[in-house]
């Protein structure tokens, strides 16, 4: 099984790079990062642009306009872009335990 992780950011660069950062020490590797960006400014991106090359799993940037707090909105956007069997969504502010991903993947059924 493969997976996709979901967080949300809104012009949070420092969480941000430490989220991205954290799953570098991942135990189980096949897995995709894709960003709910609820409207972030420019610096967002340029940060994702300078992250992406040091990672071997795709890092994925789902943007919208901002027009106020849209979280769902954006979510829904990145879950449409998921290309893995399984989605995690987690928050913009958490660095994952390196078993995280694993953990999730050891007890998880399809369809559910």
């Known amino acids: ?7 949300s950011t809104y012009n949070s660069e420092d969480w941000l790079e ?3 950062i954290g799953f570098s020490v991942q135990t189980f590797k096949d897995f995709e990062i894709i960003i709910a960006d609820d409207g972030s400014n420019e610096e967002t991106a340029i940060l994702i642009a300078l992250l992406r090359p040091q990672f071997t799993m795709p ?6 306009e901002d027009n106020g707090f849209r979280l769902s909105r954006s979510r829904n956007k990145a879950v449409a872009l998921a290309s893995h069997d399984y ?11 390196k078993h995280f991903i694993a953990d999730h993947l050891e007890v998880a059924q399809p369809g559910y």
Request: charged share 15%; hydrophobic share 60%.
């Open 1 to 7: 099984m493969t997976a996709s992780v979901i967080f």
């Open 18 to 20: 430490k989220t991205i």
């Open 59 to 64: 890092i994925i940037h789902s943007w919208q």
């Open 87 to 97: 989605i995690i969504l987690i928050d913009g502010d958490m660095v994952l335990d």
